[in-house]
Each structure stands twice: as C-alpha cells, then as structure tokens.
C-alpha cells in the first residue's frame, strides 16, 4: 500500500474520517456487509466527502450516529493520500475530531457494531488502512495544548495526558515491531516528550501533576531492565489510568460544586469548566448566578451566556461592581475556580479573584475555590501567574494639530495581568472531588505531587 498523496483527478476519492471523543475514548464502528468497502473491519464514522469535507462530516455524523446535536468541532486535520493497491482505490482522507456530549449513538446500516475504545485500539485491531494516521492528524498534541486559549487546565490537562499515551503507544508499537529493538530506546523520547508537555503551559499545575504522576507509575511499573517496548508500554498503560482518574476527579469536583450552589445565590467569575458544569447540574438550581465579567478577556461574559442559555437566573455585572453585588443581589456564596492552589493553601486564580474574595470577606460571605485535588501546587513550588493579555506598549501619538506644531504625546503603558495570587486566609476552604480541604490536607496533597517529580532527576 502506498502512502504518497495520490494527487487530484477523477480516480480519486475524498473520505471523511471523524472521531468522536468521550472521557478520553473514541467511537469505533465495524463495518457492515451491506457497505463497499472493507466490510468486517473497524473505522470510524466516515463517508464520501461529495463536496466541502466539513459539511460532509457532519452530514456522516448525522446520519450514521445521530449525535450531530451533542458533538462539538475540535479538529480538523490535515488531509492527506495513499493508494491501496490491493482494493483498487486511491482515497484523499479528510479528518476530524469532535467531542460529544454523549454515548447515545444510534448506528445505522453501515455498521454491524460500535465500541468507545480508547485511540490506542486502533493499533490493534482489524482496522481500515491508516485509521491511526488518520488519529494522529486530530489527536492533541503539544503544540496545541500550548495555542489553546479557549479552553482551561482541566482540559488542557486531560489532552496532554493523552499526547503522552498517544506517543507511548506509537513507540511500543514500533518497539515491538523492529526485532532486537535496543533495551531502554523509548525512554529518552518518551521523557522528553513528557518534559515538553509539563511545559507547554507553566501556569497550569493540573497538566503538570497528571503527566508526572504517568510517568512516576510507569518507570516504576516498567522496572529498570524493561526493553523499548516494555517502557513504552508502560508509560501508555499509566497514562490510560490517570486519565481515567482525572477524569473521574474532574467529575467529581463538578458534582461538589452541584451540592454546594444547589438552591443559592451565587457570586463567581471566569470560565472555569468545573464551575460551569457544576452549576449546570444543580439541583435545585441556583437560585441566581452572578457573574463578573472577567477582564481582560471577559470570560465571564461567555459563562454567563452559557448559564443563561441552560434556563439559569443570570445577572452579568462589571468587575469593579463585585462589592456591590454581594448586597445589592443577595449573593450567600462566593465560588470561584482556581488554576493553582498552593501548598500553603493560597489560591492563583484569573485576576479580580482577590477584589471578590476581600468583598466575601468584608460583607460576612462565605468563599470557596473549587478545583480538582490535581491543581495543587508540589511542595516548594511557587506559581507562575506573570501571564498577561497583549497590551498597548508606550507609544508616540500625535493628536489632532499636534504634528503642525511640532508636538507628541506620550501614551500610558498598559498592563493587563491575567492571574492573581490570593492568600488562603480570604477563602473558607478549597472544594475538590474530596470535599472542602483543610490547609493540612492541602499540604499533605502537595507532598505527593513533590514525590512525582522526582521522575526527572533534570528536573528535580
């Protein structure tokens, strides 16, 4: 089977391959023996493209899942050409990535059976040709985690953990494959790709600890005298598990938020994940939402046309009104989210955090930072929170008659911090998948990431 791009022409078909994501696990359909090709082998939802790939993939997705109304686009991936010489057939694949809502697939007569498996499966089963390059063109990788400023660390967490098994899974398979493959090959790709990750984004603890915590398992798993493919193996191994746990804390912290905002008034600001889903899932919902507008960038305003569209009472209010929110509106809880927490149980967090939580603090209001148990900083290490939002550098400007007579203005440098850091003292706990923490438990929680790190010893 050739893999070169087989290049236009009236032989020549465009395919649409799209993968639908859930909790970190894909859709697979085995193909019926009522379709043309490759019958009995698993793919995933796919079609002819007849037209704008785009619109053909959410044409397939309609119509051999559904589920068009619950998946969102992720991906596009670049497409790409191979000819199979044995069927006959020259393809042009177009791929996506969608994140569904739900598992609700109906499948229609093009499938026999579906499966949500993890990507990696697809090494191993009976699949149509290039399904994994097809993944490979839409799954995360560095360099979007470190582009992505849509979606926060939780996510971004999830996607880089599934970047390490991705690429865990790519080296084990071609350790296994190549005979007297060198003892210990993998290692150093797979460290440096798990180094790069930790990286990407310095601010987002969560993504640190989780990829630390895969590789800590995995080196201890795969013992000292592992070959290639048994380092690789077990770093995609661990990685499977701790995206499974993460997921599962995510869920979790969701669902303390859910008990906490049931049937009140509640304060917040940003977009955070947990929160959103939290608040979402409520029952009773809360009685009011009031969301500050969270600038620079205004995520709150996206929040609170999210919460607005679910049917939630929603009241958006300037940043500088948080003060008079709280008594104006009858706000009973402050909950906001949190990017990191510190050991000492000090809170960074999207800038206007410390404004809202001294005015919970001055007006009698209860505050909590919710986040998932992963968003604790190790122990002695401080965070990064020097990230800001472009700005307007000093500038010359001339104003109107100015340049006539000879005379500039010097505009003001603008400076547009993103996070902020908040001491423990304002907040009355923080909310994780484990309940309401104590500083104890925080610190004790931020001496087992400390002993993950010591993964690395480049690092450490």
């Not at 465009?14 to 082998?41: N, Q």
């Not at 697809?122 to 994994?132: A, C, E, K, S, Y």
């Not at 008990?259 to 008034?265: D, I, N, S």
Request: hydrophobic share 45%; proline share 5%; aromatic share 4%.
């Amino acid at each position: 089977m050739s893999t070169s791009d087989p290049g236009d022409g009236p032989d020549v078909d465009d395919v649409v391959t799209c993968f639908l994501r859930h909790r970190g696990e894909v859709l697979l359909v085995r193909r019926s023996g009522r379709v043309g090709s490759y019958r009995g082998r698993w793919g995933a939802v796919s079609g002819f493209a007849e037209g704008d790939p785009l619109e053909g993939a959410w044409r397939e997705i309609s119509e051999e899942t559904g589920l068009e109304g619950a998946v969102t686009l992720v991906k596009q991936g670049e497409p790409f050409g191979f000819e199979d010489a044995e069927a006959g057939h020259r393809w042009r694949v177009h791929p996506f990535l969608f994140d569904a809502a739900t598992r609700d697939a109906r499948l229609d007569w093009e499938a026999e059976e579906g499966a949500w498996v993890s990507p990696v499966e697809i090494l191993t089963r009976d699949t149509v040709p290039r399904l994994w390059t097809s993944y490979q063109r839409v799954g995360p990788t560095e360099a979007d985690i470190r582009a992505d400023h849509e979606h926060g660390s939780a996510w971004l967490s999830l996607r880089a953990v599934e970047a390490l098994r991705d690429g865990a899974a790519t080296a084990a398979a071609e350790a296994a494959a190549e005979a007297g493959a060198e003892a210990g090959a993998a290692r150093p790709a797979l460290a440096g790709l798990a180094r790069s990750l930790g990286r990407a984004r310095p601010a987002m603890t969560a993504l640190r600890n989780r990829v630390d915590r895969v590789m800590a398992r995995a080196l201890g798993a795969a013992g000292p005298a592992a070959g290639a493919a048994g380092s690789a193996a077990a770093v995609r191994d661990a990685a499977e598990a701790v995206l499974r746990e993460a997921i599962a804390a995510e869920e979790g912290a969701a669902a303390e938020v859910a008990r906490a905002a049931a049937g009140r008034r509640v304060l917040t600001l940003s977009l955070s994940g947990t929160l959103l889903e939290g608040l979402l899932a409520a029952s009773p919902a809360p009685a009011r939402v009031v969301v500050c507008e969270s600038r620079p960038g205004g995520e709150g305003r996206t929040l609170a046309a999210r919460l607005a569209e679910a049917g939630l009472e929603v009241v958006l209010v300037p940043d500088a009104a948080v003060a008079w929110a709280l008594g104006a509106l009858g706000v009973e809880l402050v909950l906001v989210g949190a990017d990191t927490v510190l050991a000492d149980g000090a809170v960074v967090n999207k800038v206007g955090t410390h404004p809202a939580a001294l005015a919970a603090r001055a007006a009698g209001v209860r505050a909590l930072a919710a986040a998932s148990s992963d968003k604790i900083a190790a122990a002695g290490e401080a965070a990064d929170a020097a990230e800001e939002a472009p700005g307007e550098d000093a500038a010359e400007a001339v104003p109107p008659g100015g340049r006539q007579a000879g005379v500039a203005r010097r505009l003001p440098r603008r400076r547009a911090p993103l996070f902020e850091r908040v001491p423990a003292a304002l907040f009355d706990g923080v909310l994780t998948e484990r309940g309401v923490l104590t500083r104890r438990q925080v610190r004790a929680i931020a001496a087992e990431h400390a002993a993950d790190r010591g993964w690395d010893p480049e690092r450490t």
